[in-house]
């Protein structure tokens, strides 16, 4: 089964430093993986997907992630933090269906304190 | 246009209540998606409708009622809930059902609390 690892429960960075907020994968057969980005009391709003191509993605809000295959690793990164960056970050994977539809399988989620 | 509205924002209700949650997309989107969310936890998936047909129940109890009436709104109907059901309620869409690379966008929620 496909499955998403975000080994930090929180991440902290000081404003105008780089960011990453590192996500890893396990899957059978292409990996379909994207961030998502979770503000308090409200839903998740997407960020970047990646599907195939270009090993390095650009998302919205200055983020992007690479893509690496062979560390298995999907990490987001965004060269400098803004303190209104601080929320959930959720990294996700497609979980392909015999039926033909798919399931998106969700991390754990990593808190992202930035510090002014 | 890449909104999802949901109604109400925030639900108080006791175990004998009957009501609806309602999410509303006009993306032109053919496949939707009810979630549930505990405080700090990932969504969990709950129901798929894919071109207004009810494609997964993730073994959902039979108290949430999903109901697709046109390809623009989704329902969730709830009826004798349980106090462990209190939880903020996502609705998403994508594009068709089947597209594993379509982009789900989210709803912003509504806040459920079962007294």
């Known amino acids: 089964a496909q499955s998403v690892a975000q080994p930090e429960d929180q991440v902290n960075v000081a404003e105008g430093n780089p960011l990453t907020v590192k996500c890893t994968y396990s899957?059978?057969?292409?990996?379909?993986l994207f961030w998502y980005v979770q503000y308090p009391n409200r839903g998740l709003q997407f960020l970047l997907k990646?599907?195939?191509?270009?090993?390095l993605v650009k998302g919205s809000y200055g983020f992007e992630a690479e893509f690496n295959k062979s560390q298995t690793s999907f990490h987001l990164k965004k060269p400098s933090a803004l303190v209104s960056d601080s929320a959930l970050y959720f990294c996700a994977v497609r979980d392909l269906l015999n039926t033909g539809g798919f399931k998106t399988i969700f991390g754990a989620g990593t808190r992202l304190f930035v510090k002014a | 246009d890449t909104e999802v509205t949901q109604t109400p924002k925030h639900l108080v209700m006791g175990m004998t209540n009957k009501k609806s949650l309602k999410c509303e997309q006009h993306m032109g989107h053919r496949a939707m998606y009810w979630y549930k969310q505990k405080a700090k936890k990932p969504p969990e998936l709950m129901f798929v409708?894919?071109?207004?047909?009810?494609?997964i129940n993730e073994s959902v109890p039979s108290r949430f009622s999903p109901e697709c009436p046109n390809s623009s709104l989704l329902n969730l109907h709830l009826h004798a809930l349980q106090p462990e059901d209190s939880a903020l309620y996502l609705c998403?869409?994508?594009?068709?059902?089947?597209?594993?690379?379509?982009?789900?966008?989210f709803g912003p929620g509504t806040r459920l609390t079962v007294l």
């Open positions: 990646y599907i195939t191509g270009d090993n």
């Open positions: 409708y894919s071109y207004e047909k009810l494609s």
């Open positions: 998403a869409s994508s594009q068709v059902s089947g597209g594993a690379t379509d982009t789900q966008y």
């Open positions: 899957v059978s057969g292409n990996p379909y």
